[in-house]
């Protein structure tokens, strides 16, 4: 990858500003929102010892300065009938990480797209029902971007999400 490329920022859509420091309440209040994305205002200020008020205005802050990227659930995909995972490694064309990167985002069961270095341009995380929509999904839509060079595919047998530690 040319260094030009790497200099991309890692969000899209309109820019941020600089991130402000962050105290120790609010990486407690990260942490704890990690391990649970639904705990409540109030027991996010009980626990890190701040008022509601103020528990709610430093989340607000947080995800102001695109700290916090969203709430999500983490989802066991075998039980929620993706129970075939793979990483996609991918040599790209040079100065087409922006190209490649929107056409892999419409992909069924993408999950994480990272531009790295080293031997190969671009990691890639699929979900697929089974082998045969993995089969489908590297075969025909991955080999169909032109900018796709080559791909290699690493089947997972076993994943884990960890928790933060705490």
Known sequence: ??????????????????????????????QMLQADGRASIRSVA????????????RINRLLEDGVIRGFGARVNHERAG?????????????????????QLRQLPGASH???VGGDFDVLLLVHTPDNRALRELVLTRLQAIPEVLSSRTLLVFEEEDLEPQG
């Open 1 to 30: 990858m040319a260094p030009e490329q790497m200099a991309e920022p890692a969000q899209h859509g309109p820019a941020l500003p600089p991130p402000r420091p962050l105290d120790a309440i609010d990486q407690d209040i990260l």
């Open 46 to 57: 009980e626990r890190v010892h701040v008022s509601r008020a103020n528990a709610y205005a």
């Open 82 to 102: 993706q129970g075939t995972s793979a990483y996609i490694t991918l040599k790209i064309v040079q100065n087409s990480w922006r190209t490649v990167r929107e």
């Open 113 to 115: 797209i990272a531009l």
